[in-house]
């Protein structure tokens, strides 16, 4: 199982990569790419394990961008060699949205490009449809229904008992515990980028007694976490191990996190907890017998 940290930022790639030496994968949206992209797909091509490419069909869903499907080909047409996935122009979110996609999908087929379908209705006719044409080795789960595990689940087998060959990209899902369970060949995640934002950390804790174990620890400022397994960095009851393991991997002090380009860092912190959460999702894989894909 492959874990896609997206809309990375270049130089969030670039300082990791000199911390551990160690190539990520990266997802790019076309709503936003900007004058970063040629670094992810060309001069720092190095640190790239894998690169796959949404199509920006969520953003301009919510009205935040004004794409067509006809600049998305274009830029396809000259670019696509350079990922390794690219997916459909899905641009209805809705579980009624199928004619719309699967024709969306059809023209770009039609101009030489192999999108990923994307699967926004878990129980209708579109699963059926997109393994019936025999065409596609990749489908993505996109739908809002994904957000309960009965739902995902019932998608994931049903495509894997029409057809075991075909993997699964699970967009916008980074549940460690579903993803342990489920053999899903591929996720994304934006987390790296929004908890750091809002000054949070993420934290794999060992004395934590649940399966789950990673904690959300705020740095500083007056906002008191609220939510089960968020804390505070000041009063976290193991901020000694914290502090240890932020010194130790990362060179980093609590002052560091505090002080200017506090968030750069935490982004930093929040990208390695990620791509140890791919494998502590393999690991757990590799006990009980769920494929990797």
Not at 179 to 189: E, G, N, V
Not at 230 to 258: I, S
């Amino acid at each position: 199982m492959q874990l896609y940290h997206a809309s990375l930022f270049l130089n969030i790639l670039r300082y990791y990569y000199e911390i551990f030496r160690e190539p990520l994968n990266v997802l790019l949206s076309f709503a936003i790419m900007g004058s970063d992209t040629k670094g992810f797909l060309q001069t720092h091509r190095n640190m790239v394990a894998s690169i796959i490419a949404d199509s920006g069909a969520w953003s301009v869903a919510k009205g935040k961008s004004n794409i067509t499907l006809e600049q998305l080909i274009s830029y396809l047409q000259l670019w696509g060699r350079c990922f390794d996935r690219y997916f459909n122009f899905d641009t209805d979110f809705s579980d009624r949205g199928f004619a719309n996609n699967i024709a969306n999908q059809l023209l770009m087929e039609r101009a030489g490009l192999t999108p990923v379908p994307v699967v926004h209705n878990f129980y209708d006719r579109e699963i059926d449809d997109y393994i019936d044409s025999g065409k596609y080795e990749w489908l993505a789960l996109g739908s809002s229904q994904s957000t309960k595990f009965k739902a995902i689940s019932d998608a994931v087998y049903r495509i894997k008992k029409r057809n075991p060959a075909i993997k699964i990209h699970w967009f916008g899902g980074s549940t460690f515990d579903w993803l342990c369970q489920l053999p899903i060949a591929s996720c994304d995640t934006s987390s790296w980028a929004k908890a750091g934002v809002y000054g949070f950390i993420t934290y794999w804790n060992p004395h934590e007694d649940s399966f789950n174990k990673s904690h959300r620890i705020y740095i500083s400022g007056p906002v008191k976490p609220s939510k089960r397994n968020e804390y505070h960095f000041v009063t976290y009851p193991w901020r000694t191990e914290l502090e240890d393991y932020l010194r130790n991997t990362f060179g980093y002090t609590y002052q560091k996190l505090c002080g200017y380009g506090d968030k750069y860092y935490m982004q930093v912190v929040n990208t390695r907890f990620y791509v140890e959460l791919e494998r502590r999702i393999n690991e757990e894989r590799r006990k009980n017998g769920i494929p990797l894909e």
